[in-house]
């Protein structure tokens, strides 16, 4: 029995997470690390590795941390991931290395391989960073122009300073970080940590510069002409809206602008300037991370009932299965099978209820994953004051009428050929703006593609 | 950080700006606007870029005390510096395809209007401008605007300078006149004020266009904050704007959204000054 369940992280304790917007989980300290370690077979053909979107050598590092060798743990990770605190409490390691663990096979729980790359991020980031910037600052002449400073663009941005090309970051909002700053919020992401490991890019001789808006503040033409290369990192930051009448109404809000407030603008804390209203009975449209999340900062703004509503089932639930259970802790009502028509008014101004249409599942589409109908006349309401709109994102408009000659498609991706290159013959993309809203990790993994291709081409 | 390097105080509660910030100077145009922090606590906050130097590096905007960010901006001195400016963003204006415009503007709209009068003139476009207040001491940058024209018509609501009433008996009394030939209103103010611009306009069949001055948060197209409907469609005020047909919007919702954060505004106002 002795290796049957991982080690669990330790969690703040319930009560004292619904007051606080500090991480809900704490870092495995050494002594569990080692034992959670020990649990890896070290297969040699590492099938989790496999899983890996950026190729972590995953039992590589985990049997350094084994054998108390923290430091080539992180040499190791630290090697093709520039972001491991960060990948560590995001990804969805669940569907990817995890899946893949062989203690799976043997209805054991598999190896916490997020748990441990976080470990190992946060130890490097206690420490004082690894490498050293002087092993590799500036030791090509060529110039690497990266537009925005999400997952994507930061892990393009690490490889191509590691190999030492001239990069710099151009980020519209006030702070770097994308969707790891305006949109995760801090009881999942802690914003120290993402200031932490974008300091690390920063001391390899990343330059990055906030308040530059592509095509604007400098035109997408400017760059380049100016850069040997250009990486377009910009996300899938417009918020999608569902089209149905009241969405309008004041207390309807975009899950963008609602984490934007919280977390960018930190409007939960008394020294911030922005406002947000905190509304009593909140209703989430959405069943992804982001539902989630805006679900959870919803409770912690001080809510008396918070409901996350979902038109499929528990089960096709996008989010991480860990996310659900913290929020189900927290006490957000999970109702499924529920799909929203309309969203409501009694004074014409404030919105006051939610009508819905009960919904069943239908049979599973080519991906495995089951679609639903609508049931005719179960319509219901539930009353709210505030309604968030979480059902995804689109790339930013601003791409497809600023950035000259750019081929965009019908939603505004940015189609990419197999070296993640546009049809720009020096302008590279990767991550949600090639792709659609999707996950940081996968993100990273573009970006580091994308860098590899540049690298070929202009680290000579 | 960004260095305001002149701050005039025009009337009360409005103060003239000048901040160095090259790359917005040389890339602004009429109609567009900057998003602004003051402090890094603060909120991200939009203006209109009301004047620009692209050789000195400078943008210009009016700025109105009319919260408790406004007045944490107010505070900054010439010289000091702002942690934050974003631009230019939105769409510039143009205008020049019209042959006869009519610039409207009540209060700090004449931001947005008078680098439009700039442009016109030196396109040597046909344009008369009509510049309403309450009163004659918040009526701004009266000098500057005679420099560009004559055809400049005054209102202050209680006849303390020029045209006693509102604007829109103005516009009534141009618009009246069967030779004015004006093919364009652009009309910019409290939005209640463009409103009835519109509604003026609408009876003599010409056409307005406005200025949305909405709530905004990175005012690059990700928060939805600033959306209204215009023909039935979302619009986004930050990157389909800040100009928009007045015949398509919803007036009401646009009304009422704007007062979204009303009550919260006026405590962190009171809070700032120190009056509660």
């Known amino acids: 029995m002795l290796d ?319 996310e659900i259970v913290h929020a189900q802790q927290e006490g957000v009502q999970i109702k499924t099978l529920i799909a929203p028509v309309k969203i409501v008014s009694t004074d014409g101004v404030n919105v006051t209820s939610v009508e819905f249409v009960r919904s069943e599942l239908s049979e599973p589409d080519s991906s495995g994953r089951r679609g639903f109908t609508l049931i005719p006349n179960s319509n219901f309401e539930i009353a709210c004051d505030a309604t968030i709109v979480a059902i995804g994102t689109n790339p930013n408009p601003l791409i497809k009428g600023g950035f000259d000659g750019l081929i965009t498609d019908s939603r505004g991706c940015i189609p990419v050929d197999s070296n993640f290159k546009t049809n720009l013959d020096t302008v590279y993309a990767g991550g949600d703006a090639t792709t659609g809203s999707a996950t940081v990790i996968s993100a990273m993994g573009a970006g580091k593609k994308a860098a590899a291709s540049i690298i070929a081409r202009f680290a000579n | 950080m960004y260095q305001i390097i002149s701050k005039k105080i025009l009337a009360q509660d409005i103060i003239e700006y000048t901040i160095f910030a090259p790359d917005v100077a040389s890339r602004a145009n009429p109609g567009q606007f900057v998003i602004l922090r003051t402090e890094p606590d603060g909120e991200r906050l939009p203006f209109t870029i009301c004047d620009f130097d692209r050789r000195a590096g400078t943008v210009v905007m009016l700025v109105q005390t009319v919260g408790a960010s406004t007045y944490i901006l107010s505070q900054k001195e010439n010289g000091s510096y702002i942690s934050d400016f974003l631009g230019p963003l939105g769409n510039a204006t143009d205008l020049l395809m019209y042959n006869k415009i009519l610039l409207v503007s009540g209060g700090i709209g004449i931001a947005v209007t008078y680098p439009q009068a700039k442009l016109l003139h030196e396109h040597s476009k046909s344009f008369e401008m009509i510049i309403g207040a309450r009163n004659y001491d918040l009526l701004i940058y009266k000098e500057e605007v005679k420099r560009i024209t004559d055809s400049v018509h005054f209102t202050t609501d209680d006849g303390s300078f020029g045209f006693k009433g509102f604007v829109t008996d103005k516009v009534r009394e141009l618009l009246s006149n069967e030779n004015s030939k004006f093919d364009i209103i652009f009309a910019v103010g409290p939005l209640p004020m463009m409103r009835a611009v519109f509604n003026v306009a609408r009876e003599f069949s010409v056409n307005t266009i406005i200025s949305m001055n909405s709530i905004m948060l990175d005012g690059t197209g990700m928060c939805g904050c600033c959306r209204l409907t215009v023909n039935g469609k979302i619009k986004y005020a930050c990157v389909d704007g800040p100009e928009f047909d007045a015949n398509g919007i919803d007036w009401n919702e646009t009304i009422n959204r704007s007062k979204r954060f009303k009550e919260i505004e006026a405590e962190h106002y009171c809070k700032v000054r120190g009056l509660c």
């Open chain 1, 4 to 322: 049957v369940k991982r080690n669990a992280l330790r969690e703040l304790p319930i009560k004292e997470r619904l007051t606080t917007f500090k991480e809900t989980t704490f870092t495995y300290d050494d002594e569990t690390a080692i034992k959670e370690a020990k649990r890896c077979h070290k297969c040699k053909n590492a099938p989790c590795a496999k899983g890996c979107p950026v190729g972590v050598d995953i039992p590589g590092f985990i049997s350094k941390i084994a054998c108390h060798d923290f430091d080539s743990a992180a040499l190791i990770l630290k090697s093709v991931n520039a972001l491991p605190s960060i990948c560590g409490r995001v990804c969805p390691q669940e569907e990817q290395c995890e899946k893949f663990c062989v203690k799976c096979k043997a209805n054991r729980e598999a190896v916490a391989t997020g748990r441990l790359e976080r470990f190992i991020g946060d130890y490097l980031l206690n420490k004082g960073n690894l490498p050293k910037a002087s092993s590799v600052v500036s030791t090509k002449t060529s110039k690497i122009a990266v537009i925005g400073s999400g997952p994507a663009s930061l892990s393009c941005a690490n490889d191509c300073a590691m190999a030492g090309l001239d990069v710099t970051v151009f980020e519209s909002l006030h702070s770097p970080g994308g969707v790891l700053t305006y949109g995760i919020p801090e009881f999942r992401l802690p914003k120290d940590l993402v200031n932490a490991e974008i300091e690390s890019l920063k001391n390899i001789g990343v330059k990055i510069k906030v308040n530059y808006l592509i095509g604007k503040t400098l035109f997408f033409k400017e760059l380049v002409e100016q850069y040997n290369a250009v990486f377009i990192g910009t996300g899938a930051g417009l918020p999608k809206f569902l089209g149905i009448e009241g969405e309008e109404l004041n207390g309807v809000y975009s899950a963008n602008e609602y984490l934007t407030r919280t977390n960018l603008m930190k409007a939960y804390s008394t020294n911030s300037q922005t406002p947000i209203v905190k509304h009593k009975n909140v209703i989430v449209l959405g069943g992804g991370n982001v539902a989630f999340d805006a679900a959870r900062t919803a409770l912690r703004l001080g809510t008396e009932s918070t409901i996350l509503a979902y038109r499929r089932g528990h089960n096709e639930l996008r989010a991480r299965h860990e």
